[in-house]
């Protein structure tokens, strides 16, 4: 089974810390996302990549930076957390190219800045 | 880009009814429509998925089906449980685009199944 995995469950950060949310996939799937969860505005694609050193803004990459130095590892970087990126964080990887589009989620982070 | 948005945002049901979501696409070049269950505390998980040569796929008590001409797919669930409480997520992607692999998201569906 493909497990995705995320670094935290729940996190507390205060204004204007970096914020590290770590994904690691062990599939050797080729794309990875990273989406933000808000009640009544499903999911929002922040940032994917489909490769090592590789990224492409989704729809709100604003405030958000990533990085995918190992293919198996996908961060996503607050370079200075706002109370607006309080919200559930999910990674998503899959095949890519080779394989297909089906996504395989992590369980999420729950960020609360305050 | 591709619009996907899906109705109803919240649907409550008796146990044993059926239940029905609807979405629409505006991306004709899409052809690839799955479903996504997220329950409570978990991350969304493929439940069911259709391709754009196919009308209808079913899976047990869910069934999907896809209508190109009028660019909309529903998600069908029969005998409804209560463990079908959930949120549900539809999809499109067009899988030999640009944009390959990226997946567009209607807003959701807060199921409820009252015994």
């Known amino acids: 089974d493909v497990k995705v995995t995320q670094s935290s469950r729940y996190l507390v950060k205060r204004t204007g810390e970096k914020v590290f949310l770590e994904c690691v996939q062990d599939?050797?799937?080729?794309?990875m996302f990273w989406y933000r969860q808000d009640p009544g505005l499903g999911l929002r694609l922040i940032y994917f990549?489909?490769?090592?050193?590789?990224?492409e803004k989704g729809d709100i990459p604003e405030g958000y930076s990533v990085s995918r130095e190992k293919k198996e590892r996908f961060s996503l970087i607050l370079e200075s957390a706002s109370t607006n990126q309080t919200s559930m964080y999910l990674c998503?990887?899959?095949?890519?190219?080779?394989?297909?589009?089906?996504?395989?989620f992590g369980p999420g982070t729950r960020l609360t800045v305050t | 880009g591709e619009n996907v948005e899906q109705h109803p945002s919240t649907l409550s049901v008796q146990e044993g009814d059926s239940a029905v979501i609807k979405c629409t696409y505006s991306?004709?070049?899409?052809?690839?429509f799955p479903w996504y269950k997220q329950e409570l505390g978990k991350g969304p998980q493929l439940i069911i998925d259709?391709?754009?040569?196919?009308g209808e796929k079913k899976d047990q008590r869910i069934a999907v089906t896809l209508n190109k001409t009028a660019k909309h797919f529903s998600l069908h669930i029969t005998e409804t449980q209560p463990e079908d409480s959930a949120v549900y997520f539809c999809?499109?992607?067009?899988?030999?685009?640009?944009?390959?692999?990226?997946?567009?998201f209607g807003r959701g569906t807060q199921l409820t199944v009252w015994p």
């Open positions: 999809a499109a992607s067009n899988d030999r685009g640009s944009t390959l692999g990226r997946l567009y």
């Open positions: 990549s489909y490769d090592v050193k590789m990224k």
């Open positions: 991306d004709s070049a899409s052809n690839y």
């Open positions: 259709i391709r754009s040569n196919v």
């Open positions: 998503a990887s899959s095949l890519g190219t080779s394989g297909g589009v089906e996504q395989y």
């Open positions: 599939m050797d799937h080729e794309n």
